[in-house]
C-alpha cells in the first residue's frame, strides 16, 4: 500500500471529529459521489482519488465523529470534557455530539430481578429519586435482556419497565435524563431486530426515543465478549454456526443511522468489544451516506482490569482519533474492589471447608458468595487478582480511606472514561458512591498524586491481573474455570 500523506490526513480526519452530519455537504456537487467503504480505503493504493481537497473536503468527510448532533444543533466538541456541574456532579460530553451524561451513572442489571439481593420496584425508584432528583445524575445504563437473572414473575425487560413507571409519575423527568439501553447481541443482531427491539424498549420505557442503543455484545465473533478469561483470537471459531453471516459492521451502522435520521435515538454504540470492532463501526458509518458514527463504548474496566486503556480502546475513542466515549462497568469488579472478600474467601474458594461455604451461600455478603455467580465471575478472585486487590487495600488503607474509594476515586478521574456504571443493593451503598462522585466534596477530588503512583507500581506487576491464573490444571485441555477457551 502506498504512503499516505500526512497533509491530507489531518484535513479529513479534522472535519470528522468537528460533530458535523453528512447531510452538511448536501450543497457540494460532489457530495452525490459514492463513499467509500471501508475495506475500499484500507485496500486503496492511495488516497488523493478518494478524497477532496480544501474546504469542500471537510464539508463532505461525513458524520462527524462520536455521532452527530441533533438537527440544528451546533453542539459538539471533544469527548470526555465536562460540559456543565449539576447539583455537584460533573457532566461530560459522550462522543463528539450533544449527548451529555453525568460522570456516574446507574448500573441497573439486577434492578427487578431474581438474585438474593435484587432491589425490588420500590427501593429502585428510590434510587432514582435520590440520584436523579437530588444529586444530579443523568445517566441510566440498562438492556432490554435486564434483570440478571431474570424468572417468569420476573422476566427480561422487566428492569426497564421499572424505569418507565418511574418516569411516568412525572413527564419532566424524562428530560433530565439520559437513557442508555441494549440490543441482546450475538445472531439477534441484524438490521430487522435492531429496529425490532428498540420499538420493544421504547414501549417498556414509555417513552419515544432512547438517547444511546449499544449492541449489549458483538454479532461477530471476538474472545472478549465473555466471562472468562479468553483473551486469544481463534480464527477457527468464525465458522462456527452462530457467528457465520454474522450482521456487517454496515449493516448496523446503517440500522443505527436510519433511527437516528427517525428521531428514535441520539447516538449508538458498542459493548464488550475492542479497538477493532470500534475503529470498523466507525469507517462504516464514515462510509454510508448518510452515516452516524458511534458515540460511545463500553467494557469492564477497574483497577484490576485496565485493559482498555493499553489494548488501543483508549488510544481509539481519543478526541484526537474517532473522538468515542467509554462506560466503565464492573468498576468494583463484581464487588471484590470493595474488599470484602478478603479475609473470608467467597463461598466457591472454601472447597475444603464445606461447612463455611454452605454457611456463606445460606447468608451471602454478595455475589461471589452465590454459587452460579461466583464460579461465572471467578476471574476477579483470580490468584493474581486476589493478590492486586490486596495490595490495593494496603495502598487504601495507608491512605485512610477504604478500598471502595480508592476504586471509584480512580476510575472517575481516568482521562478515557466519560462515565462510570455502578450498581446497588442499598441506599447506604448508593450514597457511598455519589460521595465519591460529588464535585465539592473531598472524596470527589483526584487522588494525591503519591496514591496513584503507587497504585500504578501494583499494576506494573501484572496489567492483566483478571485474565492471569494460578490454578490451570494439566488435563484441562485448553478450557479455563468455566470451560471457556483459553489463553
Same mark, same amino acid.
Given at each position: ?126 434510587? =432514582? ?202 468498576? =468494583? ?47 476477579? %478472585? ?31 478521574? %481516568? ?41 500504578? %507500581? ?30
Amino acid at each position: 500500500m502506498s504512503c499516505i500523506s500526512a497533509s491530507l490526513v489531518p484535513r479529513v480526519v479534522s472535519s470528522r471529529r468537528a460533530g458535523r452530519s453528512r447531510g452538511d455537504a448536501k450543497d457540494d456537487p460532489r457530495a452525490e459521489m459514492t463513499q467509500p467503504s471501508r475495506r475500499k480505503v484500507v485496500q486503496a493504493a492511495g488516497l488523493g482519488s478518494l478524497f477532496p481537497w480544501g474546504e469542500k473536503a471537510a464539508a463532505m468527510a461525513g458524520s462527524g465523529r462520536g455521532g452527530a448532533p441533533k438537527p440544528g444543533s451546533s453542539a459538539g466538541g471533544p469527548t470526555n470534557e465536562t460540559v456543565k456541574l449539576v447539583n455537584g456532579m460533573r457532566h461530560k460530553r459522550m462522543g463528539g455530539g450533544d449527548i451529555v451524561v453525568s460522570e456516574f451513572g446507574l448500573g441497573t442489571q439486577r434492578w427487578g430481578g431474581a438474585d438474593f439481593n435484587s432491589p425490588d420496584e420500590k427501593l429502585c425508584h428510590a434510587f =432514582l429519586d435520590r440520584a436523579v432528583l437530588e444529586k444530579g445524575v443523568s445517566l441510566i445504563d440498562t438492556a432490554e435482556q435486564y434483570p440478571i437473572p431474570s424468572d417468569r414473575a420476573r422476566p427480561e425487560g422487566n428492569t426497564e419497565r421499572i424505569i418507565g413507571s418511574w418516569l411516568a409519575k412525572d413527564k419532566s423527568r424524562r428530560e433530565k435524563v439520559v437513557l442508555a439501553t441494549k440490543i441482546t447481541g450475538g445472531s439477534n443482531v441484524t438490521k430487522k431486530n435492531i429496529v425490532k427491539d428498540l420499538e420493544g424498549s421504547l414501549r417498556r420505557f414509555g417513552t419515544d426515543y432512547v438517547d444511546v442503543y449499544t449492541l449489549h455484545w458483538p454479532a461477530r465473533y471476538t474472545p472478549q465478549s465473555n466471562w472468562g478469561q479468553s483473551l486469544q483470537y481463534h480464527g477457527d471459531t468464525e465458522n462456527a454456526p452462530w457467528y457465520r453471516d454474522h450482521a456487517s459492521f454496515e449493516e448496523i451502522a446503517e440500522a443505527m443511522s436510519e433511527l437516528i435520521d427517525a428521531g428514535k435515538l441520539r447516538g449508538w454504540g458498542m459493548c464488550n468489544d475492542n479497538a477493532y470492532g470500534l475503529t470498523a463501526s466507525c469507517y462504516a458509518a464514515y462510509s454510508l451516506q448518510s452515516g452516524h458514527a458511534p458515540c460511545v463504548m463500553q467494557n469492564d474496566f477497574s483497577l484490576i482490569n485496565r485493559r482498555v486503556e493499553e489494548n488501543g480502546v483508549t488510544e481509539a475513542s481519543s478526541p484526537a482519533n474517532e473522538n468515542v466515549g467509554f462506560m466503565a462497568y464492573n468498576v =468494583l469488579a463484581g464487588g471484590v474492589l470493595t474488599g470484602k472478600y478478603l479475609d473470608v474467601a467467597a463461598a466457591v474458594d472454601n472447597p475444603r471447608d464445606p461447612e463455611l461455604a454452605e454457611r456463606l451461600m445460606s447468608d451471602p455478603r454478595g455475589r461471589m458468595d452465590d454459587y452460579s455467580w461466583g464460579k461465572t465471575l471467578y476471574r476477579y %478472585r483470580s490468584g493474581p487478582a486476589g493478590d492486586a486487590t490486596r495490595r490495593y487495600a494496603a495502598i487504601a488503607d495507608a491512605a485512610g480511606v477504604s478500598l471502595t474509594e480508592l476504586a471509584l476515586r480512580w476510575c472517575r478521574a %481516568r482521562d478515557g472514561v466519560t462515565s462510570s456504571l455502578i450498581g446497588h443493593t442499598s441506599m447506604a451503598q448508593l450514597d457511598e458512591t455519589l460521595a465519591c462522585f460529588d464535585a465539592n466534596g473531598d472524596k470527589g477530588k483526584p487522588l494525591p498524586a503519591d496514591v496513584a503512583w503507587e497504585i500504578d %507500581r501494583v499494576h506494573m506487576r501484572n496489567r492483566l491481573p483478571i485474565f492471569a491464573s494460578d490454578r490451570v490444571g494439566r488435563d484441562w485441555d485448553g478450557a479455563g474455570e468455566i470451560g471457556e477457551r483459553v489463553p
